[in-house]
């Protein structure tokens, strides 16, 4: 009899000693993606202090009206500027990969677009390389860094926190979008601003991420992204436009995505 109550003593001593070591695993682990969470917050928010300020626009640095491509619909201003600002010198300084700052105002989205030769670095490497769960905003690999292929690629994930691409999600409520349809995109020596046109869930194989195409194969997807979308637009969009595409992780279901396509549609450079 005590040989069979030391046997059950045992099991509940060892059963209590994996309950207890999971238990430990467990808040290890959820304090480390707070802790995670917390320090790429702080950290990103010390950036903005190195966000880039581009010069004003006033009719005394306007070197000639504003040009309308009718081709492309796209509006460009040059600013007359006897120095010419590098605007993302500070941020490049710290780490050449930075290639541009993107920003949506009305959401928390302000943030250095990074670039590497793969799309799994900066998956999970904040701004300082160091690893991070909440990863940074990062172009596609493929893409130039310009943004002058016919569609260029950001990715961020969607953070529960709402740091990051989470805000994209915001773009499915048409009043929201109806007040907030543009991103700015600044580089080193221009501000691009695209508009907004289109957003939905998608699967993760499906064909939205592409840097370029042939002249029909992309009148058909601007099309298809136009139809796909849940959102309606008036923007004029045709073979010539530059969109840009914004990736993030949906919770719908399995392995879903939410893409955002906005086309260029004003240029100011320096």
Known sequence: MKSQHSKQALIFRL?????????????????????????????????????????????????????????????????????????????????????????????????????????????????????????????????????????????????????????????????FYKDHNKIIITLDNRILEYTVFSIYETQKDYDYRSPDFDKLSFESKLTEFKEKSLIQSDVILSDKSKIITLSTCAYTFKDSRIALHAVLTSITEF
């Open 15 to 175: 059963l209590f000693l994996l309950f207890l070591i999971v238990s430990i695993f467990l808040s290890v682990n959820i304090a480390m993606n707070v802790y995670s969470r917390y320090s790429a917050r702080t950290m990103m928010d010390s950036l903005k202090d190195e966000k880039p300020s581009p010069p004003k626009i006033s009719d005394e640095n306007i070197n000639q009206a504003a040009i309308d491509d009718k081709d492309t619909n796209v509006k460009t201003i040059n600013l007359n500027i006897s120095e010419k600002p590098q605007m993302l010198k500070e941020l490049k300084s710290k780490n050449p990969d930075t290639i541009a700052w993107i920003e949506i105002p009305g959401t928390g989205i302000d943030y250095p677009v990074m670039q590497s030769d793969t799309n799994s670095y900066y998956l999970r490497r904040t701004f300082n390389r160091q690893y991070n769960i909440t990863g940074s905003i990062f172009a596609d690999y493929r893409n130039s860094p310009d943004f002058d292929n016919q569609n260029t690629v950001i990715y961020g994930h969607n953070m529960r926190d709402g740091s990051m691409f989470y805000d994209v999600s915001l773009f499915m409520d048409k009043n």
